[in-house]
T-cell receptor
Framework: KQEVTQIPAALSVPEGENLVLNCSFT??????LQWFRQDPGKGLTSLLL?????REQTSGRLNASLDKSSGRSTLYIAASQPGDSATYLC?????????????FGKGITLSVRP | EPEVTQTPSHQVTQMGQEVILRCVPI?????FYWYRQILGQKVEFLVS????????KSEIFDDQFSVERPDGSNFTLKIRSTKLEDSAMYFC??????????FGPGTRLTVL
């Protein structure tokens, strides 16, 4: 059974710092991995999706990498801002065709201090 | 930009009552999902739906749950007889294929 872990559960950094959020998963047979942002009491906003054949994806100040063989992904946030404060979730999709259910980690709650 | 919408945003019900949570997926998407998130816990998969039938369901999705696509735009989750432990945030999601899933804002279900 796929397990997704995100450590630490919470992180606090000063504004302007570059930071890395980690995600690990137990079964490397994945189809893709998706990073989401969740603001308190709100829905999930998709940030980046990496296909299993890719090594990284970039969007603005965000860069996500994937090392499928070691079961790891990282989300790099450059020049963090207070508006980046949120919970960041990673989720993996299994490599079984039409079965595209996502298995989520518990998330990392990021606080960027002004 | 197209969005997944969900109604209501908050539903309060008595234990044992039936509830229907509604979702309007993005219009050209073909895959539809329901997830839930109990307060403080992980987002959990409930069910996926494609080509007018369930593709997969989790062990949470027992006989008390059902899904329906009653017309070309809505996608509903019905809980027949709610329990206290059904209290959670319920998210609908849709995708065009097996790629990025787009989530709605959620319905907070409170069972008293």
């Amino acid at each position: 059974k796929q397990e997704v872990t995100q450590i630490p559960a919470a992180l606090s950094v000063p504004e302007g710092e570059n930071l890395v959020l980690n995600c690990s998963f137990t079964d490397s047979a994945i189809y893709n991995l998706q990073w989401f942002r969740q603001d308190p009491g709100k829905g999930l906003t998709s940030l980046l999706l990496i296909q299993s054949s890719q090594r990284e994806q970039t969007s603005g100040r965000l860069n996500a990498s994937l090392d499928k063989s070691s079961g790891r992904s990282t989300l790099y946030i450059a020049a963090s801002q207070p508006g980046d404060s949120a919970t960041y979730l990673c989720a993996v999709c299994p490599h079984t065709g039409a079965n595209s259910k996502l298995t989520f980690g518990k998330g990392i709650t990021l606080s960027v201090r002004p | 930009e197209p969005e997944v919408t969900q109604t209501p945003s908050h539903q309060v019900t008595q234990m044992g009552q039936e509830v229907i949570l509604r979702c309007v997926p993005i219009s050209n998407h073909l895959y539809f999902y329901w997830y839930r998130q109990i307060l403080g816990q992980k987002v959990e998969f409930l069910v996926s739906f494609y080509n007018n039938e369930i593709s997969e369901k989790s062990e949470i999705f027992d006989d008390q749950f059902s899904v329906e696509r009653p017309d070309g735009s809505n996608f509903t989750l019905k809980i027949r007889s709610t329990k206290l432990e059904d209290s959670a945030m319920y998210f609908c999601a849709s995708s065009r294929s097996v790629d990025t899933q787009y989530f709605g804002p959620g319905t907070r279900l409170t069972v008293l």
